[in-house]
């Protein structure tokens, strides 16, 4: 089965934090663009005997089967409820937006390699040029919309803790957010540095260590590659350290206000919990890859129908 759009981002969909509309127009464009890069081939049928047949042919009983429908539908022309469509007419007036997209990730999936790179560059063209904030690359559709990405992180990040069991880290996080989400800065900052300790504590499997010591036992500890030379001195003073020296900066999170009235801005204490985000996937990742324990690229998808706008 494959891991197409709808089922990708259905809570951001259920939830509306992303929305799917396409007007007709830009579905023409669309329509033209699966013609331009439609492939024709030769199948056997049950008896032996051999047909033509293409990508767009194949198509909807490809997308009926990803997506559990008994059939493609479409409002008509002419206004009403949705009734059953061709294919056409399913891209041009689908009954569910995301359902678009995830026909489009078929058929990219489905084309030859030589074809897959300029479908996606004409794709990508057509959101360009009419102003929509959605792209494809490696054959899926991404929205380039920041709070999307701010939340894909995020989960990310919960989804690993959770995997590997790093409850403390866990609870941090989970606290840094209430606290931004609750106006309280200061802590969301506090929280989102006392995660990254706490995720790099578990790695080294040790309880106890200022931050300066932490951050070099994890260099010395060889969980983190010397991608290039000189990149685990830069990585230690530039990357690593990044949400500590928020923490420390900023007045009224690491030390006391003192006489300043300083307010500490919502916008930055939501970039330390997303660089906190980014530091937490990627040393987690790091440290299974250690330990020789498998990834979760995929989300579990149960059988929970995706609701219609």
């Known amino acids: 089965m494959a891991w197409l759009f709808s089922k990708r981002c259905r809570e ?4 509306k934090k992303i929305k799917v509309s396409i007007p007709v127009p830009v579905r023409v464009r669309i329509w033209k663009a699966l013609q331009n890069y439609d492939e024709w081939f030769q199948e056997s049928g049950p008896t032996g005997f051999n047909y ?10 490809r997308i009926e089967a990803e997506l559990g429908l008994t059939e493609l539908l ?10 059953p469509s061709d294919l056409e007419g399913f891209v041009l007036r689908g009954n569910y937006p995301p359902y678009l997209f995830d026909a489009l990730e078929l058929f990219c999936e489905s084309i030859e390699e030589y074809n897959k790179n300029p479908f996606q560059h004409s794709f990508n063209e057509i959101m360009e040029e ?10 899926k559709i991404f929205p380039v919309d920041s709070a999307y990405i701010d939340e894909e992180i995020i989960r990310r990040a ?12 866990l609870q941090e996080f989970e606290k840094a957010r209430v606290d931004l989400m609750n106006g309280d800065c200061e802590g969301a900052i506090q929280n989102a540095n006392l995660a990254i300790e706490s995720v790099i504590k578990e790695v080294l499997g040790i309880e106890k260590a200022k931050p300066g010591e932490l951050f070099r036992k994890l260099i010395e500890s ?31 999170v690491g030390h006391g206000r003192g006489p ?32 020789g324990a498998s990834i979760k690229v995929e989300g579990k998808i149960d059988d929970e129908d995706i609701p219609f706008d």
């Open 52 to 61: 033509e047949t293409s990508t767009l042919q194949q198509l909807p009983g």
């Open 12 to 15: 951001a969909l259920r939830d």
């Open 74 to 83: 479409a409002f008509p022309e002419d206004g009403g409820a949705p009734k």
């Open 222 to 252: 060889g969980v983190i590659p010397e991608y290039y030379r000189g990149f685990l001195k830069a990585f230690e003073e530039n990357i690593l350290r990044c949400v500590a020296i928020i923490r420390n900066e900023e007045l009224g």
């Open 158 to 169: 919960y989804e690993l803790l959770h995997e590997v069991k790093f409850h403390g880290a």
């Open 130 to 139: 009419n102003g929509f904030p959605w792209r494809m690359a490696d054959g």
């Open 260 to 291: 300043s009235k300083n307010i500490v801005p919502p916008d930055l204490a939501e970039l330390a919990i997303n660089l906190s985000g980014v530091l937490i996937n990627f040393l987690v990742k790091q440290h299974l890859r250690k330990i």
